[in-house]
Nanobody, 120 residues
Framework: QLQACGGGLVQAGASLRLSCVASGRTYAMAWFRQAPGKEREFVSIINRVGNRKDYSDSVKGRFTISRDDAKNTVYLQMSSLKPEDTAVYYC??????????????????WGQGTLVTVSS
């Protein structure tokens, strides 16, 4: 099971850190988001050992993913937030150790989602 938290209402330019706590050890972990009226999209992924990370073009340079395996927790540090970052953010646990697979079917467990709202 995954439990995501950390969302909230912030102004443009602000920062937020999302957390996702797993009930046990995980392989690669990712964040996705779904904005109102849009399909869910990939945001970021980190591999099992934490030495490979990747980001969507829309968040590259502003978001940072990290993991603390001692706490079974993955983080998404979001900076320079924009109104277009407004979405429900979901963490997901991959079936794989690497960071290459990003399709929905590649993930076996999803968090409940945490809402991030960025006002202009």
């Amino acid at each position: 099971q995954l439990q995501a938290c950390g969302g909230g209402l912030v102004q443009a330019g602000a920062s937020l850190r999302l957390s996702c706590v797993a009930s046990g050890r995980t392989y690669a972990m990712a964040w996705f988001r779904q904005a109102p009226g849009k399909e869910r999209e990939f945001v970021s992924i980190i591999n099992r050992v934490g030495n490979r990370k990747d980001y969507s073009d829309s968040v590259k340079g502003r978001f940072t993913i990290s993991r603390d395996d001692a706490k079974n927790t993955v983080y998404l540090q979001m900076s320079s937030l924009k109104p277009e970052d407004t979405a429900v953010y979901y963490c997901a646990a991959s079936r794989y150790t690497g960071a290459e697979r990003r399709r929905d079917v590649d993930f076996y467990s999803w968090g409940q989602g945490t809402l991030v709202t960025v006002s202009s």
